[in-house]
């Protein structure tokens, strides 16, 4: 089987050494192709005003001067001569739940290749708090990565659908178990400005996640998390919403 890893956090984050160690279990075919630098939240953008450059780094690893959606497009039509059989992005520094996933990089990259008919799955690592840079634990990723992907490879994808998981912010051992859950929501005031002063004396902003609050329901992904378990969310991106077009296409009748 081969294996296509990117990411949104750059080519040497820790999350994508462990993403290569997850992968191994299944495969040594393993291809790299991600960002060169940091891309949180760029989401599903791709360069289009500015050249993008691809790196080599050893064998059958590469770096992209662009976005995850860069990454990817690059990966399935100048790095590899025939299409992998699964790619992979993460391990995200970071969740990615509810309505954020719009942000993502980490999931645009596996939208991209699941609009390239690749079956994808997005990883991320829920942490207990902000500002802990490159000392985000990994454990309950590395422990139950492998677990959470296995069914997944003989489980058929529908259409245009791909896989989002994330580990809970917790020691491997305390991690209660898998659940396959809904999107979430978050209550809608969710980003911080925080405004400087550069030091030719010209004002900056810049946005800031703090503790958001959920919408709470049911078996959604962020009560999963909370709760101490591994969300697995399959999302589609057909973002139609079907109950609105009859009413929709009535008032425009003539």
Known sequence: MRILLTNDDGIHASG??????IARQFSDDIWVCAPSEEQSGAGHSLSLTRPVRLRRHGDQRFSVTGTPTDSVMLALNQVLESPPDLILSGVNRGANLGDDVTYSGTVSAAIEGT????????????????????????????????????????????????????????PAEEVKGIRVVRQGFHDYARTSVVEGTDPRGYPYYWFGLHGIERTPT???????????????TPLMLDLTHDASMRDLAGRYAS
Not at 16 to 21: M, N
Not at 218 to 232: F, K, N, Q, R
Request: aromatic share 8%; glycine share 8%; hydrophobic share 50%.
């Open 115 to 170: 609009l390239a008919g690749v079956r994808s799955i997005a990883l991320s690592q829920v942490y207990a708090r902000e500002g802990m840079g490159d000392t985000v634990p990994f454990a309950a990723a590395e422990a139950w990565g492998a677990k959470v992907i296995e069914p997944l490879i003989a489980a058929p994808f529908a259409e245009r659908t791909l896989v989002n998981i994330n580990f809970p912010p917790l």
């Open 16 to 21: 994508l050494r462990v993403l290569e160690g």
């Open 218 to 232: 049911h078996d959604t992904d962020l009560e999963a998390i909370a709760d101490g378990y591994v969300s697995v």
